[in-house]
């Protein structure tokens, strides 16, 4: 039976993926409602992003002498208060400062539930419990996101902020409810939580999971015209193309957190970047073959999720009295994963070289993130690192 302290953290990843992917879906209407271009209201995809590179560090540092219990209830609070600001305030330049400020507690609320949810754990199965929490995030990709393009759609893009904000305050409850009172989860000052990143781990850990993780928004920034100009799959079909990836994303992370706890997370890590950068090879031949299209998805949102819980194991692993501060700069390098993944998948389009062209970009780069890993596990057995 699954412990209400985890749903509760579930609770919370489903809202902070609904703020972050659910823009994608509306950013149509809200470039419309603004009347500005595409191009710009990508801004608010770009600043939320930066908000939780920002946010991640500062504020687990800020709350470091908190107990996780009021460290989580307190960034939650903030996510209320930034996305319900998001939804109501008028004019361009407003809304991008409420756009980044809603970012900012994405990363400290990974940071310290990832440190909370393995600390809950039955011995052995830390990473499963992670998966748990990152099951939100999952089904916010399945149901949430669909949920709130529909309302952006047929109603107002507000109002699917006002749903995201409303999804804070029911996660500000269960967490208040369910999460039992647990001790801090920092030890020692500012100095010696920055200490980690004085090492050469940390900036392994970082440049692995920046590079690795861009193989993903390598190719799901460009899913649309891959499935209707290369597939050939209708245009109203690739909301439910959408679906099926959510789906696989849903199953990827329960199988990493059971694959983290059976082999070691570094392993899993490695599997899941090497399969990636199979699985994206694959989907660039086959991508032309209608009848894929469908099985492909759900294999390579299965795949590529499939890191989620052991990219976290790692991090908490490698920061002995600093894990809440590395697990939190994780979720920061997974979000310049995004930006870099979609800035260097975009470029050989630019070039002219079609909508399958992304794909070898995630190729190279989950390659790269499966060396990095292997270097490290490398490098651990023979006490370098």
Same mark, same amino acid.
């Given at each position: 039976?699954?412990?209400?302290?985890?749903?509760?953290?579930?609770?919370?990843?489903?809202?902070?993926?609904?703020?972050?992917?659910?823009?994608?879906?509306?950013?149509?209407?809200?470039?419309?409602?603004?009347?500005?271009?595409?191009?710009?209201?990508?801004?608010?995809?770009?600043?939320?992003?930066?908000?939780?590179?920002?946010?991640?560090?500062?504020?687990?540092?800020?709350?470091?002498?908190?107990?996780?219990?009021?460290?989580?209830?307190?960034?939650?609070?903030?996510?209320?208060?930034?996305?319900?600001?998001?939804?109501?305030?008028?004019?361009?330049?407003?809304?991008?400062?409420?756009?980044?400020?809603?970012?900012?507690?994405?990363?400290?609320?990974?940071?310290?539930?990832?440190?909370?949810?393995?600390?809950?754990?039955?011995?052995?199965?830390?990473?499963?419990?992670?998966?748990?929490?990152?099951?939100?995030?999952?089904?916010?990709?399945?149901?949430?996101?669909?949920?709130?393009?529909?309302?952006?759609?047929?109603?107002?893009?507000?109002?699917?902020?006002?749903?995201?904000?409303?999804?804070?305050?029911?996660?500000?409850?269960?967490?208040?409810?369910?999460?039992?009172?647990?001790?801090?989860?920092?030890?020692?000052?500012?100095?010696?939580?920055?200490?980690?990143?004085?090492?050469?781990?940390?900036?392994?850990?970082?440049?692995?999971?920046?590079?690795?993780?861009?193989?993903?928004?390598?190719?799901?920034?460009?899913?649309?015209?891959?499935?209707?100009?290369?597939?050939?799959?209708?245009?109203?079909?690739?909301?439910?193309?959408?679906?099926?990836?959510?789906?696989?994303?849903?199953?990827?992370?329960?199988?990493?957190?059971?694959?983290?706890?059976?082999?070691?997370?570094?392993?899993?890590?490695?599997?899941?970047?090497?399969?990636?950068?199979?699985?994206?090879?694959?989907?660039?031949?086959?991508?032309?073959?209608?009848?894929?299209?469908?099985?492909?998805?759900?294999?390579?949102?299965?795949?590529?999720?499939?890191?989620?819980?052991?990219?976290?194991?790692?991090?908490?692993?490698?920061?002995?009295?600093?894990?809440?501060?590395?697990?939190?700069? =994780?979720?920061? +390098?997974?979000? /310049?994963?995004?930006? #870099?993944? $979609?800035?260097? @998948?975009? &470029?050989?389009?630019?070039?002219? !070289? =079609?909508?399958? +062209?992304?794909? /070898?970009?995630?190729? #190279?780069? $989950?390659?790269? @993130?499966? &060396?990095?890993?292997?270097?490290? !596990?490398?490098?651990?057995?023979?006490?370098?690192?």
């Amino acid at each position: 039976m699954l412990k209400k302290s985890l749903i509760s953290l579930a609770f919370g990843s489903f809202a902070i993926g609904m703020t972050e992917f659910s823009m994608m879906g509306v950013l149509p209407d809200v470039a419309a409602d603004l009347s500005i271009d595409i191009p710009t209201a990508g801004y608010f995809i770009a600043l939320y992003a930066f908000g939780v590179v920002v946010g991640a560090p500062t504020l687990v540092m800020a709350l470091a002498a908190y107990p996780p219990k009021k460290a989580l209830l307190f960034l939650m609070g903030l996510f209320v208060l930034f996305n319900g600001l998001f939804a109501l305030v008028p004019g361009y330049h407003t809304l991008l400062i409420a756009r980044f400020m809603s970012g900012l507690p994405h990363g400290a609320f990974f940071g310290v539930g990832s440190v909370v949810a393995a600390s809950l754990a039955s011995r052995g199965k830390e990473a499963q419990a992670i998966s748990i929490m990152f099951t939100g995030m999952t089904i916010a990709n399945l149901l949430g996101v669909p949920l709130g393009t529909y309302i952006g759609h047929h109603y107002s893009w507000r109002y699917t902020y006002v749903f995201v904000t409303l999804c804070g305050v029911a996660t500000l409850a269960a967490l208040y409810v369910w999460l039992p009172a647990i001790k801090s989860h920092l030890q020692g000052g500012v100095s010696q939580q920055f200490h980690y990143f004085k090492t050469k781990t940390a900036w392994l850990m970082m440049a692995m999971i920046s590079i690795g993780t861009g193989g993903l928004f390598a190719w799901i920034s460009y899913i649309a015209p891959l499935m209707t100009e290369v597939a050939k799959v209708q245009e109203d079909q690739v909301s439910f193309v959408m679906v099926v990836v959510g789906l696989g994303m849903v199953v990827g992370n329960l199988i990493g957190g059971k694959l983290a706890d059976t082999v070691t997370p570094n392993k899993a890590v490695i599997l899941s970047f090497a399969s990636m950068a199979v699985c994206l090879l694959v989907v660039y031949f086959t991508a032309h073959i209608n009848a894929f299209a469908y099985p492909m998805a759900f294999i390579t949102g299965m795949i590529s999720f499939s890191n989620g819980s052991p990219l976290q194991m790692m991090l908490i692993n490698s920061a002995k009295h600093a894990e809440t501060l590395a697990a939190a700069g =994780g979720q920061a +390098s997974f979000n /310049l994963g995004n930006t #870099l993944g $979609a800035y260097l @998948g975009g &470029l050989p389009i630019v070039w002219g !070289l =079609g909508y399958h +062209s992304p794909l /070898l970009v995630g190729v #190279l780069m $989950a390659t790269v @993130g499966a &060396l990095f890993a292997l270097y490290i !596990l490398v490098m651990r057995k023979y006490g370098r690192l």
